[in-house]
């Protein structure tokens, strides 16, 4: 059961969306946000597994944006909302990614202090499927 009184979701305001050279858009930082600061706590929707295969078959560059969710087998993906499916791949991350199953929520939350302008990213923790250099 989501407890209701944790479902509260605003909107992100010390980020906004750019071009981010080479890598399509991006997040980046609007005000200064310091270490352990939340940047943003995006809502999720949670795929069943059969979602999720209909997904990869049917809607192939949607699957590149799913978020692995659980080790349920009822519930392998997830689709975020907000700005969580624009944050790009980092090997060096200012920003942790941090899941509540229970408020089926994704929140990004600041690793370093993050400077006006600064992209935030986070590690994927998956083999990627794309050239990250």
């Known amino acids: 059961m989501i407890d209701p009184t944790l479902l509260e979701i605003v909107p992100p305001v010390k980020i906004y969306v750019k071009e981010s050279p080479g890598k399509g858009l ?15 706590v995006a809502p999720v929707r949670v795929l069943s597994v059969k979602e999720r295969d209909h997904l990869i078959k049917d809607v192939p560059p949607l699957a590149d944006y799913d978020f692995y969710w659980s080790d349920r087998p009822e519930a392998s993906g997830a689709i975020a909302f907000g700005y969580a499916e624009l944050y790009n791949h980092s090997e060096n991350p200012n920003v942790d990614l941090v899941r509540s ?16 302008g600064e992209e935030l990213c986070f590690d994927y923790g998956i083999e990627l499927w794309f050239d990250a250099k």
Request: charged content about 25%; cysteine-free.
């Open 26 to 40: 991006g997040v980046f930082a609007r005000n200064p946000i310091m270490k352990g600061d939340v940047v943003e």
């Open 101 to 116: 199953e229970q408020n089926r929520t994704i929140s990004f939350v600041a690793k370093q202090d993050i400077h006006i």
